[in-house]
T-cell receptor, first 114, second 114 residues
Framework: EAGVTQFPSHSVIEKGQTVTLRCDPI?????LYWYRRVMGKEIKFLLH????????ESGMPNNRFLAERTGGTYSTLKVQPAELEDSGVYFC????????????FGNGTRLTVT | AQSVTQLDSHVSVSEGTPVLLRCNYS??????LFWYVQHPNKGLQLLLK??????LVKGINGFEAEFKKSESSFHLTKPSAHMSDAAEYFC????????????FGTGTSLTVIP
């Protein structure tokens, strides 16, 4: 089966610009998660979708971040306007069922804001 | 509340010697525990998982981990390190009651010396 795919793999933008990250989960996985790792620090939870609904968005840093999952398939994470501190690696993960099932990760999008 | 502590940020071993990466967790309920590995510029790959079955869990690439409830530990071991094991390792806990969030340790960087 195809794994979790993320696009783009790298993005370099200037402060104030907008960037949209995309994640395609494994087919049939209702649960989709976004995580972020900044400058080699810990991996932090951003939000969790169950199908198209936001189950938990407590990790979203501020209202410059907007996540969507139209139709419960792929998801996008938009940062608008981007700030320097948004630089990091954004990981998407999916799972079939939350209870005891592992996360399957994409390769991440490395975002650099200059 | 759940949390994960990886006791060593960096571990260096010689090729062919044993590997021990330590992880302690706190969980209010019955946890699911995972170890993931991340090679440079790659996503996180599942090594193994514990979900209340056998306490000694065998994973890929010769790794295994033992769940010790009395010590709240889930240390990762491998009898003989290989050069290809050099990577970053993450211990992750998920609460099986809610199952919605995964809590990550800060990671342990493993260096294998030839």
């Amino acid at each position: 089966e195809a794994g979790v795919t993320q696009f783009p793999s790298h993005s370099v933008i200037e402060k104030g610009q907008t960037v949209t990250l995309r994640c395609d989960p494994i087919s049939g996985h209702d649960n989709l998660y976004w995580y972020r790792r900044v400058m080699g620090k810990e991996i932090k939870f951003l939000l969790h979708f169950v199908k198209e609904s936001k189950q938990d968005e407590s990790g979203m840093p501020n209202n410059r971040f907007l996540a969507e999952r139209t139709g419960g398939t792929y998801s996008t994470l938009k940062v608008q306007p981007a700030e320097l501190e948004d630089s990091g690696v954004y990981f998407c993960a999916s799972s079939f069922h939350p209870r005891g099932s592992p996360l399957h990760f994409g390769n991440g999008t490395r975002l650099t804001v200059t | 509340a759940q949390s994960v502590t990886q006791l060593d940020s960096h571990v260096s071993v010689s090729e062919g010697t044993p590997v021990l990466l330590r992880c302690n967790y706190s969980s209010s309920y019955s946890p699911s525990l995972f170890w993931y590995v991340q090679h440079p510029n790659k996503g996180l790959q599942l090594l193994l998982k514990y979900t209340s079955a056998a306490t000694l869990v065998k994973g890929i690439n010769g790794f295994e981990a033992e769940f010790k409830k009395s010590e709240s530990s889930f240390h990762l071991t491998k009898p003989s390190a290989h050069m290809s094991d050099a990577a970053e390792y993450f211990c992750v806990v998920s609460d099986t009651n809610t199952g919605n969030q995964f809590y990550f340790g800060t990671g342990t960087s493993l260096t294998v010396i030839p």
